[in-house]
């Protein structure tokens, strides 16, 4: 059975871009590139067609990782869940219980994932650590930089 990837929408979207993108602008810039640095000569010797042929290689990765995860995306509407216990698509605000800064997480799956724009990953320590749950409850997390506390003062559907 093929293991389903769970996925907001917005998370299945950006990958869904990322993809087109590949496709229809690298793709055909890099193929370029080959053609023009192939007709530079001696290819045993060119680095620019090697630097292009190993672009091209990642593209092409990228392509078949992001195919597999689009095709076996669960796509979990978020604005459909709701209640107080903390589970997939949850954003969560903590308090560090040491320094009272204030955290603001998204749970999301591990394909969206990008803790600049404040998406954890479902599998993270601190996601496993929230998961059920509820908004006044404190949560100890042991991550590879040590046990943090914090509470959860609010848990919201956006």
């Known amino acids: 059975m093929v293991e389903k990837i769970p996925m907001t929408a917005s998370g299945y979207a950006a990958l869904s871009d990322e993809l087109k993108h590949r496709q229809s602008v690298d793709r055909p810039r890099i193929i370029e590139h080959i053609a023009?640095?192939?007709?530079?000569?001696?290819?045993?010797?060119?680095?620019?067609?090697?630097?292009?042929?190993?672009?091209q290689s990642?593209?092409?990765?990228?392509?078949?990782?992001?195919?597999?995860?689009?095709?076996?995306?669960?796509?979990?509407?978020?604005?459909?869940?709701?209640?107080?216990?903390?589970?997939?698509?949850?954003?969560?605000?903590?308090?560090?219980?040491?320094?009272?800064?204030?955290?603001?997480?998204?749970?999301?799956?591990?394909?969206?994932?990008?803790?600049?724009?404040?998406?954890?990953s479902i599998t993270s320590p601190l996601a496993r650590a929230l998961i059920g749950k509820k908004a006044g409850s404190s949560v100890e997390v042991v991550a590879p930089g040590g046990a943090k506390a914090y509470e959860i003062a609010k848990v919201e559907w956006r």
Not at 83 to 90: L, P, R
Not at 107 to 114: F, L, S
């Open 36 to 55: 023009e640095a192939r007709s530079h000569g001696d290819l045993s010797e060119n680095a620019e067609y090697h630097a292009a042929k190993e672009e």
């Open 58 to 120: 990642h593209n092409e990765g990228r392509i078949n990782e992001l195919e597999d995860k689009l095709a076996r995306a669960d796509i979990i509407d978020v604005s459909k869940l709701s209640g107080d216990t903390v589970k997939f698509g949850a954003t969560v605000t903590l308090i560090d219980e040491d320094t009272e800064k204030k955290a603001v997480w998204q749970i999301v799956g591990e394909a969206e994932a990008d803790a600049k724009k404040g998406k954890i």
